[in-house]
């Protein structure tokens, strides 16, 4: 149980285009999901936290504009990277929290996604 | 800010090697620490989780300690397999969010 997936799992595309990232809870409902950033060798940032039917909130530095977060249901987050260049080449990671049950610090993870930006 | 500092790797061990990762953080308040783990090609998933000071977190012959004298939480494992080749993440919880390490890859070779 407690399955996240993203779609697509890498993609490539080219500067000035928008890409769109969905992450899915498979068996749960997710009140809250987070969207992350992974460069090579270091942590993972927390880029936003997503809660169904309301806005995202967006951790400091992180262009809200440029990386719109739509969380229309509880099992369906979607990051979309728009006019990407390749300085937003990275590695994009969701998670989810569950809706019920369960510790409320419990965030269940996607497998990634990779975006090469030409 | 709150952060989580734990030592580079990549670690190479020979099975059945005792293995540990060190984790210190820095918070204001009583974080929930974690530690995470992340398979080649899969995403991250809970080894093992403490929340308050004293707290043993232990799974799949991990264990850590949550330490706040010295503000650690060491991941340790008696005993490697060569399935424990993976990334390991420190992690605290602070206001519903949680704040990562850079990761340690673990190599475990036969």
């Known amino acids: 149980g407690a399955v996240v997936s993203q779609h697509p799992s890498r993609v490539i595309c080219k500067s000035g285009t928008s890409v769109k990232i969905e992450c899915r809870s498979l068996d749960f409902q997710a009140t809250t999901m987070f969207w992350y950033r992974q460069f090579p060798k270091k942590s993972l940032m927390l880029m936003a936290t997503?809660?169904?039917?309301?806005?995202?909130?967006?951790e400091q530095g992180v262009e809200k504009d440029k990386f719109l977060i739509n969380h229309a249901s509880l099992t369906l987050s979607t990051l979309t990277v728009t006019s990407a260049h390749p300085e937003d080449s990275s590695f994009y990671i969701c998670?989810?929290?569950?809706?019920?049950?369960?510790?409320?610090?419990?965030?269940?993870f996607g497998p990634g996604t990779r975006l090469t930006v030409l | 800010g709150d952060s989580v500092t734990q030592m580079e790797g990549p670690v190479t061990l020979s099975e059945e090697a005792f293995l540990t990762i060190n984790c210190t953080y820095t918070a204001t308040g009583y974080p929930s620490l974690f530690w995470y783990v992340q398979y080649p090609g899969e995403g991250l998933q809970l080894l093992l989780k403490a929340t308050k000071a004293d707290d043993k977190g232990s799974n799949k012959g991990f264990e850590a300690t949550y330490r706040k004298e010295t503000t650690s939480f060491h991941l340790e494992k008696g005993s490697v397999q060569v399935s424990d080749s993976a990334v390991y993440f420190c992690a605290l919880s602070s206001w519903g969010k949680l704040q990562f390490g850079a990761g340690t890859q673990v190599v475990v070779t036969p």
């Open positions: 998670s989810a929290q569950p809706l019920a049950g369960g510790p409320t610090d419990t965030q269940y």
């Open positions: 997503s809660n169904e039917g309301s806005k995202a909130t967006y």
